[in-house]
């Protein structure tokens, strides 16, 4: 589904400078693909096709200047995006014999409840769906899944919910997991959660959630 290894493509460096004191060698297809790579939060092949098609043409390159800051590009050409992460998983690297931390470039947010509720249901939507099928949601129906874990929360409904619109918010306008659609209130979940999830992560987090869930019905 993803690809592992860059596509077999030629870098050929810039002849001309793109301003006066430009000592850059990409061209400018390219760097601007390597801008949106690292503005995030993905690039999209339908919605972002000339981005798109610069990864493809020049990945070799734009691979080697993303590891020289600590980044790994991944590319899935079946869900048509492209996207950085961490290089080697946030994992330390071994230098030296000595175990050294991985600088942090990409922007880190702190999930709530309800965020990772929503994630749950999403990446389990994903798990039941083929590979390059579409997975749609309804905004009731993701309500109604983190209204499940309320307890975890706060036990007062209205304030619940409007954490919950604002965790909706977040999923579509900040982290690009969820897409509207040409319907009202339904959603097109990101492929994307399928790499940053697997599902021993999937399934270690519903069993917490399970753990959390008994503990406040026993405290009840």
């Given at each position: 589904?993803?690809?592992?290894?860059?596509?077999?493509?030629?870098?050929?460096?810039?002849?001309?400078?793109?301003?006066?004191?430009?000592?850059?060698?990409?061209?400018?297809?390219?760097?601007?693909?390597?801008?949106?790579?690292?503005?995030?939060?993905?690039?999209?092949?339908?919605?972002?096709?000339?981005?798109?098609?610069?990864?493809?043409?020049?990945?070799?390159?734009?691979?080697?200047?993303?590891?020289?800051?600590?980044?790994?590009?991944?590319?899935?050409?079946?869900?048509?995006?492209?996207?950085?992460?961490?290089?080697?998983?946030?994992?330390?690297?071994?230098?030296?014999?000595?175990?050294?931390?991985?600088?942090?470039?990409?922007?880190?947010?702190?999930?709530?409840?309800?965020?990772?509720?929503?994630?749950?249901?999403?990446?389990?939507?994903?798990?039941?769906?083929?590979?390059?099928?579409?997975?749609?949601?309804?905004?009731?129906?993701?309500?109604?899944?983190?209204?499940?874990?309320?307890?975890?929360?706060d036990r007062d409904e209205s304030t619940f919910?409007?954490?919950?619109?604002?965790?909706?918010?977040?999923?579509?306008?900040?982290?690009?997991?969820?897409?509207?659609?040409?319907?009202?209130?339904?959603?097109?979940?990101?492929?994307?959660?399928?790499?940053?999830?697997?599902?021993?992560?999937?399934?270690?987090?519903?069993?917490?959630?399970?753990?959390?869930?008994?503990?406040?019905?026993?405290?009840?």
């Amino acid at each position: 589904m993803s690809t592992t290894q860059p596509h077999s493509t030629q870098h050929t460096p810039v002849d001309d400078k793109l301003w006066e004191s430009d000592t850059g060698t990409l061209s400018f297809d390219s760097r601007r693909a390597l801008a949106q790579l690292l503005q995030g939060p993905l690039v999209r092949a339908r919605q972002q096709p000339h981005i798109w098609h610069a990864i493809l043409t020049d990945e070799t390159a734009l691979r080697s200047r993303l590891a020289d800051i600590f980044l790994d590009l991944i590319v899935d050409e079946d869900a048509g995006i492209a996207f950085t992460r961490t290089a080697n998983g946030g994992a330390p690297l071994s230098l030296g014999g000595k175990e050294v931390e991985v600088p942090k470039v990409l922007r880190t947010k702190t999930m709530t409840i309800i965020d990772t509720a929503l994630l749950l249901y999403m990446r389990t939507q994903l798990g039941l769906a083929a590979p390059g099928e579409r997975v749609l949601v309804d905004a009731e129906e993701l309500r109604d899944n983190a209204r499940l874990y309320r307890r975890l929360e706060d036990r007062d409904e209205s304030t619940f919910d409007k954490r919950l619109s604002a965790s909706l918010k977040r999923m579509i306008t900040d982290y690009a997991l969820l897409s509207p659609t040409e319907t009202d209130d339904r959603y097109e979940v990101s492929p994307v959660l399928r790499h940053l999830f697997d599902p021993q992560v999937v399934e270690g987090i519903r069993a917490e959630f399970t753990q959390l869930l008994e503990k406040t019905t026993t405290e009840d």
